[in-house]
C-alpha cells in the first residue's frame, strides 16, 4: 500500500514502540510502518516475550529499509510490575517513544462462566488491560512532557458486542475501550491523540491460542469465510497515525466483508 510523501514525513524521525511484536498484527504493523516512512528515518522498538522472533523481524526489517532503525526487547506485558524497568532500560536514543501502540493481548479458552480457570482470567486481565495501563502510564508522561504524541490501543468488537464463552476476554475489551474514551478525554488540551482499533475477524496465530493450540479448532472459526489478515490491521493503524496531527480517528470498527457482528457471520457452504 503507497500513503504518499505527507504520510512519510509525518511519520519521519519518530519513535514507535509497539507491543507483541513478534507476530501478527504487531509484526505486520512494524513492517507497514517501516514501508509507509519511505527513505525517511524512523526508530521502531519492538517489544514481546520471542526474543528470537524479535531479532528475525529486525534483520528483515533493516535489510530492507536502511532508514529504520530497530531495536528488538524482551517484554511480558502480563507482568505490570516489570514496565517500570522496561521503561527506563531504554536505551537514550530510543527512550523518547512518539507513538504507542499496544497491541500486545490475550485470548485463552472459550469455558463458560463457572468453569473458566482463575489463571486464564489473570492472565488475560494482565495482559490486556493492568499491563497495557502500565505501559501506557509510563509513556504518557514523557508525551505530555513534549505536548505530542499518539497512543494506539487494539481492541476488539468484543469490547462492544460480547459473546458466549468469551466473557472474560469481553470483558477485557471493554475495560481497554472505557480507558481509551477516558484517556482520551484527558488529554483533550494536549496534542496527543488516542487512537482505538477494533478488529473484526482476524486469522492470525491469535486464533490458535484461543483453542489452546488446537489448530482444527481455530480453522473452523473460520471455516466458509475469508477473514481479515493482520496486514489488513496494520494498513488501517498507519493510515490512521498518518493524519494530520489535528485529525484523530477516535475509534476504527473493521470486519471482513462477510461479518456485521460478533456472531452475524455469513458462511459460505
Known amino acids: 500500500m503507497s500513503y504518499g510523501s505527507q504520510a512519510s514525513d509525518r511519520l519521519a524521525n519518530k519513535t514507535v514502540l509497539i507491543t507483541g511484536a513478534s507476530a501478527g498484527i504487531g509484526e505486520a504493523t512494524a513492517i507497514e510502518l517501516a514501508h509507509a516512512v519511505g527513505s525517511n528515518p524512523l526508530k521502531l522498538v519492538l517489544a514481546a516475550r520471542r526474543a528470537d522472533r ?37 536505551p537514550a536514543e530510543f527512550a523518547a517513544i512518539d507513538v504507542l501502540i499496544n497491541n500486545a493481548g490475550m485470548v485463552h479458552g472459550v469455558e463458560r462462566v463457572g468453569e473458566i480457570a ?3 482470567i489473570e492472565v488475560m486481565f494482565n495482559t490486556n488491560v493492568l499491563g497495557l495501563i502500565a505501559l501506557t502510564q509510563a509513556i504518557v508522561v514523557g508525551m505530555k512532557e513534549r505536548g505530542r504524541g499518539d497512543i494506539v490501543n487494539l481492541g476488539s468488537i468484543a469490547g462492544r458486542d460480547p459473546y458466549p464463552g ?10 481497554l475501550r472505557s480507558f481509551s474514551h477516558s484517556l482520551r478525554k484527558e488529554l483533550i488540551n494536549t496534542r496527543i491523540r488516542v487512537i482505538e482499533v477494533q478488529p473484526g475477524a482476524v486469522e492470525t496465530e491469535f486464533s490458535i491460542i484461543r483453542f489452546r493450540g488446537d489448530k482444527s479448532k481455530a480453522d473452523a472459526v473460520y471455516k466458509g469465510t475469508e477473514p481479515l489478515v493482520a496486514q489488513d490491521i496494520a494498513e488501517v493503524i498507519t493510515f490512521n497515525l498518518t493524519r494530520r496531527e489535528n485529525c484523530v480517528i477516535a475509534e476504527t470498527l473493521v470486519f471482513p466483508s462477510h461479518q456485521a457482528s460478533a456472531s452475524h457471520v455469513y458462511r459460505q457452504e
Request: hydrophobic share 40%; aromatic share 6%; with cysteine.
Open 54 to 90: 524479535l531479532e528475525d523481524l529486525k534483520k528483515r526489517i533493516e535489510d530492507k529499509y536502511p532508514s529504520v532503525k530497530v531495536l528488538p526487547v524482551a517484554l511480558d506485558v502480563s507482568k505490570p510490575a516489570e514496565i517500570p524497568a522496561f521503561v527506563s532500560g531504554l
Open 118 to 120: 482463575q489463571s486464564d
Open 166 to 175: 468469551g466473557a472474560i476476554y469481553c470483558a477485557t475489551k471493554a475495560a
